[in-house]
């Protein structure tokens, strides 16, 4: 692409003007939602009806209009981050550093789950550290920016937040555990008979290059989860209203400890996506169970599944692909029972 | 003659390249052979670490992205 310094001048117009338009929108969605449940359709202020259906005209757009924000930014820091880059950057670290490092950059590094394979088998034939590049596959699922703003937009930006905390802890931990535990020799043989390639060298795309890649992942992701973002929304709105509250505290509340190793048991073999999870966590949590175990139940669904561990048996001998499942699942338990116990 | 494969372990996003390679060697009329390459060790002859991957004639042109039929006519036309 060849653009010159007056293209340049149109995109960002055009990327301001749409912030400047998004920030007025989201700013009266409260009032209209006000203005809509009880002018326009005159629902009587503290029924039932009235409380859900102000929660559905507020919430739909305004967690649908901050996913499209987030997307749109992660698309374009992503476009800084090829996983060819981070694998350049993470070779040759030592177990300790790099497994936070690589947690990191398991946020901000876009890949699909399908290509966790041959993104192993390329980590570790270029000489990244075991423990660092399995630091890097548990927390690129786990952490997930789709999952972070649908918290932050139901439950506020403290769970979000532990959300966050917990999955780079969950990952870091894991990575340091497996490098300490020297199981390379568990690595399928055929693996460093790999040849480490050089993968395309693609041309550094421009700034409106960035800005085309940001709004494309907004196509797809935004395209792809929108409808679990209104069913999430439409369950948390019946919620609000109807269901009696503590539905579920006698079986998944604090007072239950042996819920977060079911919870996580439960969800391990289970596979949804991020978004695909969070009707059922919005749900769970507004009937009364426990954060912890909640937040448990949801980690181990995206982190680990019984497709996954499938894949990665090609690659890994029984023994290490049994640490990797075990050390996650006690590390999400971990999780589940500390924020039951502070919380 | 060009020969096209497409590598990926049998996601969505490789049966979506598959087809767009497939729509772009018919609109540009040429001559070409596109197959699919599905096995881990093969794919992982070609160096690539995120799948789905566009090879023309043993080279690998892209890799873990969806290209669309035009953009791979592009990578074609020359």
């Known amino acids: ?343 | 003659m060009k020969k096209i494969q497409i590598l990926g372990i049998g996601c969505s996003k490789c049966k979506t390249l598959m087809a767009n390679a497939e729509a772009a060697v018919k609109s540009l009329g040429i001559a070409a052979t596109v197959e699919k390459v599905e096995t881990i060790q093969d794919i992982m002859k070609f160096g690539v670490m995120t799948t789905p991957a566009l090879v023309v004639d043993g080279q690998v042109k892209s890799a873990g992205k969806v290209l669309s039929a035009e953009e791979i006519g592009r990578l074609l036309g020359n």
């Open chain 1, 1 to 343: 692409m060849n653009l010159n310094s007056l293209d340049w001048r149109k995109y960002l117009l055009g990327v301001g003007a749409g912030l400047v338009i998004w920030w007025l929108i989201y700013r009266s969605l409260a009032p209209v939602a006000v203005w809509f449940t009880y002018s326009l359709l005159g629902l009587k202020s503290g029924s039932h009806l009235a409380a859900a259906v102000e929660f559905l005209v507020f919430e739909s757009p305004k967690v649908l209009m901050l996913l499209t924000l987030v997307v749109f930014v992660v698309g374009i820091i992503r476009s800084f981050f090829t996983p060819d880059r981070t694998r350049r950057f993470l070779a040759g670290k030592r177990e300790s550093g790099g497994a936070v490092l690589a947690a990191l950059l398991g946020i901000v590094t876009p890949f699909c789950s399908c290509s966790a394979v041959p993104l192993f088998i390329g980590f570790v034939t270029a000489g990244v550290p075991l423990g660092v590049t399995f630091s890097f596959l548990v927390s690129s699922p786990m952490v997930n920016e789709v999952a972070l703003v649908l918290l932050f937009g139901l439950f506020g930006w403290k769970v979000a937040a532990i959300y966050l905390g917990a999955g780079l802890t969950t990952a870091i931990v894991t990575g340091w555990v497996i490098g300490r535990l020297r199981l390379e020799k568990y690595v399928e043989d055929w693996v460093y008979e790999t040849k480490a390639g050089d993968t395309v060298s693609e041309a550094e795309p421009d700034g409106p290059a960035r800005i085309h890649l940001g709004l494309d992942a907004v196509q797809d992701i935004v395209g792809r989860v929108w409808i679990y973002v209104l069913i999430g929304i439409g369950v948390g709105a019946g919620i609000h209203g109807y269901v009696p509250e503590n539905f579920m505290a006698s079986i998944m509340g604090k007072g239950v400890w042996w819920s977060v190793p079911v919870a996580v048991l439960l969800g391990v073999p289970m596979y949804s996506n991020a978004a695909g999870i969070i009707p059922v966590v919005q749900a769970l949590l507004g009937k009364g169970a426990a954060l912890g175990t909640v937040l448990a139940f949801m980690m181990a669904v995206i982190a680990l599944s019984l497709p996954e561990a499938i894949i990665l048996r090609k690659v890994l001998k029984p023994r290490l692909l049994a640490v990797f499942f075990g050390v996650v699942s006690l590390g999400i338990m971990a999780v589940g029972f500390l924020f039951n116990a502070i919380m």
